[in-house]
């Protein structure tokens, strides 16, 4: 069976095909989710949060944009998963485990991004504009054309072309300072 | 760096992007969708007892490795009386039961399917095994218990079902009730939760032996990888992925053991309960979290670490008011066992070489008897660590002498405070204290270290005084010109300036700032190190912190403060910390519209820095692109873009501020010219939900002209 066919009938009810769905579909989402700037812990819920929303708005979009909306969803949900989410920095507690507690485990990220030339670029992507962040994971990780990262985005193809030019321009400034600060409108 | 180097980086962050793992369980997103659908439904027969269920039960089970003792459980019911209307237990309906032993076996599944287990591995499970001998003693009629127990059928039924709950729905239920539990309900949850666990991860256990040989062949580079197994999973057998995607949904994850050999299933929770539960009760999942702490009797940490780590676990363990459950003793033994493995030598874990302690056990031991507080580490080691010290770190007769059981002996009294009577002058005590500034009460404190040290010349004159007093003094002598007295508050380091330069420095500026608003130290912040305290007093305006003051303390010395140059020079400009409020947002919004209007410059004259700013990025917002035009910069000096080429800019509007940014400060960048103008950077404060561990604020570049606030063209940093 083909993908169209499991939308389609997943829209009409088929819950098996939604979750084959899902199962075809999560590593999409969970990488672009990392690539945007969730943080790697957060994955997980962020993922399940894409589907879960995904589900309730599947009926009303056509079946050849699936991709599109997995991907505007992914984003929305990356954005509000940030907004809702009551996290409190407790200065003392983490003071009192930076001093009193030398054991501490690897971060997820350090996993993931092994090696320093990675890290360094991932956190130069990760300091951009969101406006620039965006176009460029979707091009250069994500694989979309220029048409598909405006139709996510909803912005014009000139207006592709040019955010996908001046977040080359600015990570390769970025990345030759070495951690110089860059400008940005 | 030219293009094509690039476009080569970007192909390899891409590859690396292939290593984010997963976790992700589609059945799981199928029951939520499911559980929304179902939600105006009322369920015929209740699940959830309207009591909490962690005061309802007291469950002691603790089963653990063969080494454990079996788990005694009990349940004993707080229950306050029966429902109205509920039938009598004698006279129970066949059909009732019937009803729930149907319902219960579909609670079962439902779980089954949830970790998606056979019938074999799910009826191991230990609290599976529980529930269903529960649910035999408790519901089924002519068994004792039913016949004899006067609490509704219902709240029995809905009992055995909590016994049955996952790890996982245990969690959701903790986070959906938005309650702070008290220690002894957070330490009933974690013993409940932490056995559930356990329990499972014998079953986990078992798959990985099982499947030992086909798990060996997930490596990266060589050596065995967690992550890469878990990319893998998708082709191995059934179980094993099976385990991969739900073990992490449980508490449990699948990583490489201490000595990289083989896969394990370990204990690893995220942080979502630290919100819910007490401290002190998190404090010993986080203890959970970094077991094992040997393997084949060799420790899997530094010596240092592990040192560190025991001094976690005890003060966990001292503060813990709520005695008798199955993980604090568990902690206990851990306690006494990672003791053993720093400090008596062994075949497995030698600590010794050709009879000398071992360099890196030596440092561990000092580390120990530097713990903070009435310890019983401290109190253990410190008289062998004298001896062996002197004895150049020789196995001599005092080491030979002690016995782990007095260490435990130790432990006892420190849980009901009589070891303090036993370490006399060992106690730290100095408490947090904070004050409101400028406060009469620490004004006469300041007054009376004043008079001390003027009548007997002596900084010893000092040794009672807090931190606080301390930061309090140096502000009095700074007021009343005792530049001597102020001068001598401070450790001599490399960085203190020589006198004359640090009141050169210090001409005119405040020890406390001038807008402060409180002032506090906090117990907990000090800490020992090289045999000194460390610590640092916090200055407030309202809810910012200001400015925080670093302190040192010889043992039996007085509190002195550590020097550290002005982050902004005298005479600079500098706003710091301000909160962003709803009115000054409010204002800056009326700013804004005002002044697109007629771009009239006058509304700028005398508006602040923030309010500019402010204009600035709601302009952006909104996609104004004339407005921000006309806030900008236009010297020869800086580069600003014409009129026509700004316009010509792309836009769809940018966030929206108010949203993203909560406080600010502003700094002085560069020197003031001839004409008093200079540039600042205007420091924007992230929302808490947007701070990630690489960017916590912004800065925005703005100059102060002649004409007012002006924005530098790309103003953001």
């Known amino acids: 069976m083909n993908e169209l066919e499991l939308i389609e009938r997943a829209q009409k009810g088929d819950k098996n095909a939604y979750g084959d769905l899902m199962r075809l579909h999560h590593r999409t989402v969970e990488k672009f989710a990392f690539q945007i700037g969730v943080k790697a812990d957060d994955i997980q819920d962020v993922t399940q949060e894409v589907f879960i929303k995904l589900y309730r708005f599947l009926h009303q979009f056509q079946r050849d944009r699936f991709t599109t909306w997995l991907y505007k969803i992914t984003l929305n949900s990356a954005r509000d998963y940030y907004r809702k989410e009551q996290r409190e920095k407790d200065k003392e507690e983490k003071i009192q485990e930076d001093v009193n507690f030398g054991v501490t485990t690897r971060s997820a990220e350090s996993k993931i991004l092994v090696f320093e030339e990675d890290r360094e670029l991932h956190e130069a992507i990760q300091l951009l504009d969101e406006k620039y962040r965006i176009p460029l994971a979707l091009f250069y990780f994500q694989e979309l054309t220029y048409e598909q990262i405006g139709d996510v985005m909803n912005i014009p193809l000139a207006t592709v072309k040019t955010r996908l030019l001046r977040a080359k321009d600015q990570l390769k400034s970025a990345l030759s300072q070495k951690g110089d600060a860059e400008y940005g409108r | ?717």
Do not use: C
């Open chain 2, 1 to 717: 760096m030219d293009d094509k180097q690039f476009e080569q980086q970007m192909k390899l962050l891409k590859k690396t992007y292939e290593r984010v793992p997963s976790k992700f369980n589609s059945d799981e997103v199928l029951r939520k969708i499911e559980d929304e659908g179902n939600q105006t439904k009322e369920p015929t027969i209740p699940i959830k007892s309207p009591t909490s269920k962690w005061q309802k039960v007291s469950v002691w089970a603790v089963s653990l490795a063969s080494m454990f003792i079996i788990g005694i459980l009990s349940a004993s019911f707080l229950n306050e009386g029966k429902e109205q209307g509920d039938k009598p237990v004698t006279e129970f309906d066949e059909n009732d039961i019937e009803k729930l032993e149907i319902s219960y076996q579909e609670e079962r599944k439902k779980r089954q399917k949830m970790l998606d287990m056979t019938d074999e591995q799910f009826n191991s499970i230990g609290f599976v095994q529980f529930a269903d001998k529960e649910f035999a003693r408790t519901i089924k009629p002519g068994s004792l218990e039913s016949n004899q127990s006067d609490m509704p059928l219902k709240l029995r039924y809905s009992t055995v079902i909590d016994f049955l709950e996952l790890p996982s729905e245990m969690v959701q239920d903790a986070l959906e009730t938005k309650e702070k539990f008290n220690e002894e309900k957070s330490m009933l949850f974690i013993d409940e939760l932490t056995t559930k666990i356990d329990q499972l991860t014998y079953v986990y256990d078992v798959v990985i032996e099982e499947h030992r040989d086909v798990m060996s062949t997930a490596k990266m580079n060589g050596e065995l990888d967690a992550d890469y197994l878990y990319g893998h999973r998708t082709g191995l057998p059934k179980p094993v992925e099976s385990m991969l995607e739900n073990a992490p949904m449980q508490g449990i994850a699948i990583a490489v053991s201490p000595d990289k050999n083989r896969f394990i299933a370990k204990f690893h929770l995220g942080y979502e309960l630290r919100d819910v539960l007490s401290e002190t009760a998190y404090n010993y999942l986080e203890i959970k979290s970094n077991l094992p702490f040997w393997e084949a009797g060799e420790l899997s940490y530094e010596p240092a670490q592990a040192a560190h780590l025991l001094q976690y676990i005890e003060k966990t363990l001292i503060e813990t008011k709520t005695q008798n459950t199955g993980i604090q003793a568990v902690t206990k033994m851990h306690y006494l066992s990672l003791a053993e493995k720093l400090i008596i030598d062994s075949e497995s874990n030698k600590i010794f070489e050709n009879g000398k302690l071992k360099n890196e056990y030596a440092m561990a031991w000092d580390i120990l008897r530097n713990t903070m507080g009435t310890s019983p580490i401290k109190f253990f080691i410190d008289p062998f660590y004298k001896s062996m010290a002197k004895d150049e770190w020789r196995i001599n007769e005092t080491y030979k002498a002690l016995e782990i059981s007095d260490l435990s002996y130790a432990l006892s009294l420190a849980e009901v405070g009589d070891l303090a009577q036993l370490m006399p002058g060992e106690e730290f005590t100095f408490k947090s204290e904070s004050y409101f500034w400028p406060d009469v009460n620490l004004t006469q404190k300041v007054h009376g270290h004043y008079k001390a040290v003027e009548e007997t010349s002596d900084r010893q004159a000092l040794e009672d005084a807090t931190p606080v007093e301390i930061v309090a003094l140096a502000q009095f002598a700074s007021e009343f010109e005792k530049s001597d007295l102020r001068y001598s508050l401070y450790r001599v380091t490399d960085q203190l300036p020589e006198f004359d330069d640090y009141n050169l420095i210090m001409k005119g500026q405040n020890v406390i700032p001038e807008d402060a608003t409180l002032i506090r130290y906090i117990e907990e912040m000090t800490y020992l190190q090289d045999g000194e305290y460390h610590t640092s007093v916090e200055i407030f305006k309202d809810d910012n912190l200001i400015k925080t003051v670093p302190l040192v303390r010889q043992k039996g010395g007085v509190w002195q403060m550590i020097y550290e140059e002005p982050l902004v020079p005298p005479g600079y400009f500098h706003e710091g910390h301000i909160a962003i409020t709803d009115d000054m947002e409010y204002n800056i919004v009326n700013l804004y519209e005002s002044y697109k209007q007629d771009h009239n410059f006058s509304l700028l004259q005398n508006a602040s820095a923030l309010e500019v700013a402010g204009m600035y990025l709601e302009a952006d917002k909104n996609g104004d692109l004339e407005t921000q035009y006309e806030l900008l910069l236009k010297d020869d000096q800086y580069v600003t873009p014409s009129r026509e080429e700004f316009l010509s800019y792309p836009t769809d509007g940018g966030h929206d501020w108010k949203v993203q940014f909560e406080a600010v400060e502003i700094i002085q960048d560069t020197p003031t010219d001839a004409n008093g103008e200079f540039s600042v950077v205007v420091w924007f404060d992230l929302n808490y939900s947007l701070v990630t561990d690489d960017e916590y604020r912004r800065g925005f570049q703005m100059r102060k002209t002649v004409d007012g606030w002006r924005v530098h063209f790309m103003p953001m940093q």
